[in-house]
Protein backbone atom coordinates (compact mmCIF):
# COMPACT_ATOMS: atom_id res chain seq x y z
CA UNK A 1 0.00 0.00 0.00
CA UNK A 2 0.93 3.53 -0.97
CA UNK A 3 2.56 5.28 2.10
CA UNK A 4 0.22 8.28 1.36
CA UNK A 5 -2.53 5.48 1.96
CA UNK A 6 -1.01 3.73 4.51
CA UNK A 7 -0.95 7.41 6.96
CA UNK A 8 -4.80 8.30 5.84
CA UNK A 9 -5.74 4.94 7.49
CA UNK A 10 -4.03 5.17 10.77
CA UNK A 11 -5.43 8.84 10.94
CA UNK A 12 -8.98 7.87 10.30
CA UNK A 13 -8.44 4.67 12.98
CA UNK A 14 -6.63 6.26 15.19
CA UNK A 15 -9.59 8.88 15.50
CA UNK A 16 -12.00 5.99 15.64
CA UNK A 17 -10.20 4.02 18.43
CA UNK A 18 -9.54 7.75 20.25
CA UNK A 19 -5.74 6.39 20.44
CA UNK A 20 -2.77 8.59 20.37
CA UNK A 21 0.62 7.34 18.81
CA UNK A 22 3.94 8.05 21.05
CA UNK A 23 6.74 8.31 19.12
CA UNK A 24 10.15 7.66 20.17
CA UNK A 25 13.52 9.89 18.31
CA UNK A 26 15.10 6.78 17.22
CA UNK A 27 11.78 5.13 15.40
CA UNK A 28 12.38 5.06 11.38
CA UNK A 29 11.74 8.52 9.71
CA UNK A 30 7.69 7.39 8.36
CA UNK A 31 7.17 6.65 11.73
CA UNK A 32 8.30 9.30 13.23
CA UNK A 33 6.50 11.35 11.07
CA UNK A 34 2.71 10.10 12.08
CA UNK A 35 4.03 10.83 15.63
CA UNK A 36 1.01 12.97 18.14
CA UNK A 37 3.90 12.95 19.99
CA UNK A 38 7.68 12.29 19.46
CA UNK A 39 10.20 12.24 22.38
CA UNK A 40 12.70 11.00 24.25
CA UNK A 41 11.65 8.50 27.40
CA UNK A 42 11.48 10.88 30.36
CA UNK A 43 9.20 12.69 27.29
CA UNK A 44 7.28 9.98 26.09
CA UNK A 45 6.72 8.29 29.77
CA UNK A 46 4.99 12.22 30.92
CA UNK A 47 3.00 12.55 28.02
CA UNK A 48 1.58 8.47 28.63
CA UNK A 49 0.79 9.73 32.24
CA UNK A 50 -1.02 13.18 30.84
CA UNK A 51 -3.15 11.92 27.55
CA UNK A 52 -6.79 11.62 27.99
CA UNK A 53 -6.86 8.96 24.93
CA UNK A 54 -8.40 5.77 25.51
CA UNK A 55 -5.51 3.90 23.92
CA UNK A 56 -1.63 4.38 23.65
CA UNK A 57 0.02 3.05 20.08
CA UNK A 58 3.39 2.95 21.72
CA UNK A 59 6.10 3.27 18.58
CA UNK A 60 9.44 2.47 20.39
CA UNK A 61 10.93 -0.67 22.84
CA UNK A 62 9.01 -2.66 25.16
CA UNK A 63 10.53 -1.11 28.04
CA UNK A 64 8.83 2.32 27.12
CA UNK A 65 5.42 0.55 26.18
CA UNK A 66 5.54 -1.19 29.49
CA UNK A 67 6.50 1.96 31.55
CA UNK A 68 3.17 3.71 29.75
CA UNK A 69 1.33 0.70 30.86
CA UNK A 70 2.44 0.78 34.52
CA UNK A 71 1.65 4.49 34.53
CA UNK A 72 -1.50 4.72 32.90
CA UNK A 73 -3.25 1.25 34.31
CA UNK A 74 -6.60 2.53 32.40
CA UNK A 75 -5.60 3.12 29.30
CA UNK A 76 -4.96 0.14 26.59
CA UNK A 77 -1.38 0.39 25.50
CA UNK A 78 -0.45 -1.89 22.47
CA UNK A 79 2.86 -1.99 20.53
CA UNK A 80 3.13 -2.71 16.72
CA UNK A 81 5.70 -4.72 16.97
CA UNK A 82 5.86 -6.73 20.70
CA UNK A 83 9.43 -8.25 20.06
CA UNK A 84 10.99 -4.70 20.00
CA UNK A 85 12.87 -5.42 23.18
CA UNK A 86 16.29 -3.67 24.16
CA UNK A 87 19.20 -5.91 25.07
CA UNK A 88 20.27 -3.45 27.61
CA UNK A 89 16.74 -3.98 29.57
CA UNK A 90 17.50 -7.82 29.42
CA UNK A 91 21.25 -7.81 31.49
CA UNK A 92 19.65 -7.84 34.33
CA UNK A 93 16.44 -9.39 36.26
CA UNK A 94 15.04 -9.15 39.44
CA UNK A 95 17.10 -11.56 41.61
CA UNK A 96 20.15 -9.87 39.90
CA UNK A 97 19.09 -6.64 41.63
CA UNK A 98 18.20 -8.55 44.93
CA UNK A 99 21.42 -10.03 45.00
CA UNK A 100 22.95 -6.77 44.93
CA UNK A 101 20.38 -5.58 47.70
CA UNK A 102 21.80 -8.27 49.97
CA UNK A 103 25.39 -7.32 49.33
CA UNK A 104 25.12 -3.40 50.02
CA UNK A 105 21.75 -3.51 52.38
CA UNK A 106 22.30 0.28 52.97
CA UNK A 107 22.54 1.69 49.25
CA UNK A 108 19.36 2.91 47.67
CA UNK A 109 18.56 1.66 44.09
CA UNK A 110 18.35 2.98 41.12
CA UNK A 111 17.47 1.77 37.71
CA UNK A 112 17.62 3.41 34.32
CA UNK A 113 14.16 2.99 32.34
CA UNK A 114 15.64 0.59 30.28
CA UNK A 115 14.58 -1.95 32.22
CA UNK A 116 11.80 -4.55 33.33
CA UNK A 117 8.43 -4.07 35.37
CA UNK A 118 10.03 -6.60 37.91
CA UNK A 119 13.57 -4.64 37.99
CA UNK A 120 11.42 -1.51 38.49
CA UNK A 121 9.73 -3.15 41.13
CA UNK A 122 12.83 -3.57 42.87
CA UNK A 123 14.33 -0.20 42.92
CA UNK A 124 13.62 2.60 45.22
CA UNK A 125 13.57 5.53 42.21
CA UNK A 126 13.63 5.23 38.43
CA UNK A 127 15.75 7.46 35.77
CA UNK A 128 15.85 8.02 32.55
CA UNK A 129 18.96 9.78 31.07
CA UNK A 130 17.61 13.22 31.08
CA UNK A 131 17.40 12.95 34.55
CA UNK A 132 20.16 10.50 36.46
CA UNK A 133 22.20 13.32 37.45
CA UNK A 134 19.17 15.12 39.16
CA UNK A 135 17.81 11.81 40.35
CA UNK A 136 20.70 10.57 42.40
CA UNK A 137 21.53 13.74 43.89
CA UNK A 138 18.01 13.91 45.18
CA UNK A 139 18.77 10.79 47.52
CA UNK A 140 19.68 12.71 50.33
CA UNK A 141 20.48 10.37 52.93
CA UNK A 142 21.88 8.04 50.66
CA UNK A 143 25.77 7.72 50.54
CA UNK A 144 25.86 4.51 48.12
CA UNK A 145 24.25 4.25 45.05
CA UNK A 146 23.36 0.65 43.19
CA UNK A 147 22.43 1.75 39.77
CA UNK A 148 21.50 -0.80 37.09
CA UNK A 149 21.65 -1.97 34.79
CA UNK A 150 23.88 0.46 32.52
CA UNK A 151 27.44 0.93 33.32
CA UNK A 152 28.13 3.44 31.32
CA UNK A 153 25.17 5.93 32.33
CA UNK A 154 26.00 4.91 35.78
CA UNK A 155 29.37 5.34 35.60
CA UNK A 156 29.03 9.30 33.60
CA UNK A 157 26.30 10.30 36.23
CA UNK A 158 29.03 9.29 39.33
CA UNK A 159 31.10 11.70 37.65
CA UNK A 160 28.49 14.53 38.49
CA UNK A 161 27.38 13.23 41.48
CA UNK A 162 30.91 12.94 43.45
CA UNK A 163 29.37 13.11 46.90
CA UNK A 164 28.50 9.23 46.66
CA UNK A 165 29.50 5.64 46.18
CA UNK A 166 28.30 4.14 42.87
CA UNK A 167 27.77 0.25 42.51
CA UNK A 168 27.53 -0.61 38.89
CA UNK A 169 25.36 -3.34 37.44
CA UNK A 170 27.22 -4.51 33.98
CA UNK A 171 24.90 -4.05 31.39
CA UNK A 172 25.08 -2.13 28.49
CA UNK A 173 23.59 -0.82 24.87
CA UNK A 174 25.50 -2.30 21.93
CA UNK A 175 24.83 0.52 20.02
CA UNK A 176 25.85 2.93 21.89
CA UNK A 177 28.48 0.50 23.22
CA UNK A 178 29.99 0.62 19.58
CA UNK A 179 30.44 4.61 19.40
CA UNK A 180 34.59 4.82 19.73
CA UNK A 181 36.93 7.63 20.10
CA UNK A 182 38.29 6.45 16.73
CA UNK A 183 34.85 7.63 15.42
CA UNK A 184 35.14 11.25 17.20
CA UNK A 185 38.05 12.17 16.12
CA UNK A 186 37.80 11.22 12.65
CA UNK A 187 34.32 13.41 12.27
CA UNK A 188 35.94 16.11 13.54
CA UNK A 189 38.78 16.20 11.09
CA UNK A 190 36.36 15.83 8.69
CA UNK A 191 33.99 18.78 10.07
CA UNK A 192 36.45 21.09 12.26
CA UNK A 193 33.45 23.77 13.04
CA UNK A 194 31.21 21.26 14.50
CA UNK A 195 30.00 20.80 17.87
CA UNK A 196 30.28 16.83 19.13
CA UNK A 197 26.96 15.79 21.02
CA UNK A 198 26.74 12.01 22.47
CA UNK A 199 24.19 10.33 24.39
CA UNK A 200 25.10 9.24 28.45
CA UNK A 201 25.07 5.69 26.92
CA UNK A 202 28.32 5.72 25.39
CA UNK A 203 31.76 4.70 27.24
CA UNK A 204 33.50 7.36 29.37
CA UNK A 205 36.19 7.59 26.29
CA UNK A 206 33.67 8.53 23.83
CA UNK A 207 32.20 10.64 26.38
CA UNK A 208 35.21 12.50 27.03
CA UNK A 209 35.48 13.66 23.52
CA UNK A 210 32.35 15.47 23.44
CA UNK A 211 31.44 19.02 23.74
CA UNK A 212 27.71 18.26 25.13
CA UNK A 213 26.43 15.10 26.77
CA UNK A 214 22.99 14.41 26.50
CA UNK A 215 19.31 12.49 26.59
CA UNK A 216 18.12 12.31 23.01
CA UNK A 217 15.89 15.33 24.22
CA UNK A 218 18.75 17.15 25.78
CA UNK A 219 20.18 17.31 22.20
CA UNK A 220 17.24 18.69 20.63
CA UNK A 221 17.43 21.21 23.39
CA UNK A 222 21.21 22.18 22.75
CA UNK A 223 21.44 22.11 18.83
CA UNK A 224 18.45 24.70 19.28
CA UNK A 225 20.08 26.99 21.53
CA UNK A 226 23.55 26.41 20.55
CA UNK A 227 24.91 29.34 18.09
CA UNK A 228 27.18 26.71 16.52
CA UNK A 229 25.85 25.65 13.06
CA UNK A 230 27.16 22.12 12.99
CA UNK A 231 26.62 18.84 15.39
CA UNK A 232 28.52 15.37 15.10
CA UNK A 233 25.67 13.29 16.74
CA UNK A 234 26.84 10.07 18.92
CA UNK A 235 24.00 8.34 19.61
CA UNK A 236 21.53 6.58 17.19
CA UNK A 237 20.89 7.35 13.99
CA UNK A 238 17.23 7.99 13.78
CA UNK A 239 18.07 11.40 15.92
CA UNK A 240 19.59 12.57 12.56
CA UNK A 241 16.09 13.05 10.75
CA UNK A 242 14.94 14.25 14.50
CA UNK A 243 17.45 16.79 14.55
CA UNK A 244 17.19 18.09 10.66
CA UNK A 245 13.35 18.94 11.41
CA UNK A 246 13.59 20.56 14.74
CA UNK A 247 17.01 22.78 14.20
CA UNK A 248 16.23 24.52 10.80
CA UNK A 249 19.40 25.85 8.97
CA UNK A 250 21.57 23.35 11.04
CA UNK A 251 23.71 20.93 10.37
CA UNK A 252 23.59 17.44 11.52
CA UNK A 253 26.09 14.11 10.33
CA UNK A 254 26.16 10.89 12.28
CA UNK A 255 28.94 9.86 14.64
CA UNK A 256 29.08 6.74 13.39
CA UNK A 257 26.45 5.38 10.84
CA UNK A 258 26.38 1.55 11.87
CA UNK A 259 24.63 3.10 15.02
CA UNK A 260 21.54 1.82 14.67
CA UNK A 261 18.83 0.36 17.27
CA UNK A 262 17.37 -2.99 15.18
CA UNK A 263 14.35 -3.11 17.83
CA UNK A 264 13.83 0.39 16.94
CA UNK A 265 13.38 0.08 13.62
CA UNK A 266 10.99 -2.92 13.57
CA UNK A 267 8.21 -0.62 13.77
CA UNK A 268 6.69 0.34 10.59
CA UNK A 269 3.23 2.12 9.14
CA UNK A 270 1.89 -1.35 8.12
CA UNK A 271 2.47 -2.71 11.90
CA UNK A 272 0.83 0.52 13.40
CA UNK A 273 -2.16 0.61 11.09
CA UNK A 274 -2.63 -3.72 12.00
CA UNK A 275 -1.90 -2.54 15.67
CA UNK A 276 -4.65 0.38 15.19
CA UNK A 277 -7.39 -2.64 13.54
CA UNK A 278 -6.54 -5.08 15.97
CA UNK A 279 -6.02 -3.35 19.04
CA UNK A 280 -2.85 -5.68 19.76
CA UNK A 281 -0.61 -6.33 20.86
CA UNK A 282 -1.32 -5.12 24.14
CA UNK A 283 1.01 -4.43 26.84
CA UNK A 284 -0.04 -5.74 30.45
CA UNK A 285 1.95 -5.92 33.73
CA UNK A 286 1.15 -8.35 36.48
CA UNK A 287 -0.67 -5.65 39.05
CA UNK A 288 1.65 -6.60 42.35
CA UNK A 289 4.47 -5.66 40.24
CA UNK A 290 3.17 -2.44 38.61
CA UNK A 291 1.64 -1.45 42.02
CA UNK A 292 5.45 -1.47 43.20
CA UNK A 293 7.04 -0.29 39.79
CA UNK A 294 4.81 2.74 39.56
CA UNK A 295 6.21 4.25 42.95
CA UNK A 296 9.60 3.79 41.52
CA UNK A 297 8.25 5.44 38.10
CA UNK A 298 6.18 8.31 40.14
CA UNK A 299 9.34 9.84 42.28
CA UNK A 300 11.35 9.74 38.86
CA UNK A 301 8.40 12.10 37.27
CA UNK A 302 8.49 14.29 40.38
CA UNK A 303 12.28 15.37 39.83
CA UNK A 304 11.94 16.38 36.29
CA UNK A 305 14.93 17.10 33.95
CA UNK A 306 18.46 17.55 34.40
CA UNK A 307 18.96 18.74 30.84
P1 LIG B 1 16.53 8.78 25.52
O1 LIG B 1 15.74 8.68 26.76
O2 LIG B 1 17.67 9.73 25.60
O3 LIG B 1 15.64 9.09 24.36
O4 LIG B 1 17.22 7.38 25.25
C1 LIG B 1 16.53 6.18 25.17
C2 LIG B 1 17.36 5.08 24.74
O5 LIG B 1 16.97 3.95 24.66
C3 LIG B 1 18.72 5.39 24.43
O6 LIG B 1 19.32 4.30 23.87
FE1 LIG C 1 18.10 -0.32 24.13
FE2 LIG C 1 20.27 0.72 23.03
FE3 LIG C 1 18.14 0.32 21.53
FE4 LIG C 1 18.17 2.25 23.38
S1 LIG C 1 19.42 2.13 21.53
S2 LIG C 1 16.53 0.81 23.01
S3 LIG C 1 19.39 1.27 24.98
S4 LIG C 1 19.37 -1.25 22.56
Redesign the pocket.
Known sequence: MAADSLVQKINKLKQERDAVILV???QPDEVQDIADFRG???GLSLEASRTKAQAIVFCG?HFMAETAAIISPDKKVIMPDANAG?PMADMIDAAGVRKLKKKYPKAKVVCYV?SSAEVKAESDICC???NSIKVCASLKDAKEIIFVPDKFLGHYTSTKVPDKKFILAQGY?P??ARILPEHVLAAKKQHPQAKVMV?P?CRPETIALADEVA???GMLKYARETSAKEFIVG??VGMVYRLQQDSFGKKFYPLDDGAV?PNMKLTTLEKVLWSLEELKTEVRVAPETAAKAKLAIERMLAVGRND
Open positions: HNYDSLVCNTSACTHHESTGTEC
